[in-house]
């Protein structure tokens, strides 16, 4: 069996003095592994790196040989921030952790691919934060916060149901408030990239993906926070 695909690094390991196994986020084959000579350029098999990848095997259910070709890596932007190596980290390891393996997700791909040309900006937690919401979607998670779950009202919104990811508004959610998460501006629908976010606010952000997370995927599959 044989494919050509665009596919993102997400993780590597060795094996052996010669041979590397990688583990690939593609367009249209979803997370796919396979065997490789290790190169002698190290920056070819960075997780982050965009690729063109031929994968083959003998069948489908056999892990495989890739033969890569780097496209783009924004390893030279990020080498010497902490902090966006970190979010790209986190992004890899969300991805190898939750996607069954051949399973199609163009649109998180999309959003992996976005993420990898912005990780290096300024405003990379905002990026980071939109792409963990996508990987709750794909999951299965929406976090619907355009309007309110009791009223259906569309502004005043400052909750979310920790029960059902859905905005609550300020009069609605007053009684329950303490039961209630803190709705970020960062995770509101029009939260655009080009605003400036505090950074308690961003932090709130990641603390509200991470309980639903956590509570929704992570405990339901026995798993941990990568």
């Known amino acids: 069996m044989l494919w050509n695909d665009q596919g993102i690094i997400i993780?590597?390991?060795r094996h052996g003095e010669r041979n590397i196994l990688v583990s690939l986020l593609t367009r249209e084959h979803g997370r796919s592994k396979g065997m490789m000579t290790l190169s002698s350029n190290r920056l070819d098999t960075e997780i982050g790196t965009l690729v063109e990848a031929r994968w083959?095997?003998?069948?489908r259910e056999h892990l495989g040989r890739f033969q890569l070709e780097s496209i783009f890596s924004p390893f030279s932007k990020i080498v010497s921030s902490n902090e966006a190596?970190?979010?790209?980290t986190s992004a890899c390891s969300w991805l190898e952790l939750l996607l069954p393996e051949h399973e199609s997700h163009p649109d998180l791909f999309e959003e992996m691919h976005h993420f990898i040309h912005h990780v290096g900006e300024l405003n990379r937690l905002w990026h980071y934060i939109h792409f963990e919401q996508s990987i709750l979607r794909a999951t299965g998670i929406d976090l619907v916060l355009d309007k309110c779950a009791a009223t259906g009202q569309m502004h005043d919104l400052l909750?979310?149901?920790?029960?059902?990811g859905?905005?609550?508004?300020?009069?609605?959610?007053?009684?329950?408030?303490e039961k209630l998460l803190e709705l970020p501006d960062c995770l509101r629908p029009q939260a655009k990239s080009e605003e400036i976010y505090s950074l308690q606010d961003l932090l709130l952000g990641l603390d509200v993906l991470e309980?639903?997370?956590?509570?929704?995927?992570?405990?339901?599959?026995?798993l941990k926070i990568p």
């Open 11 to 13: 993780h590597t390991s």
């Open 56 to 59: 083959q095997a003998r069948l």
């Open 85 to 88: 190596l970190l979010c790209l």
């Open 159 to 164: 909750y979310i149901s920790p029960k059902t």
């Open 166 to 177: 859905r905005a609550v508004s300020a009069g609605a959610g007053e009684p329950y408030r």
């Open 211 to 222: 309980y639903f997370l956590e509570h929704f995927v992570l405990q339901v599959h026995n």
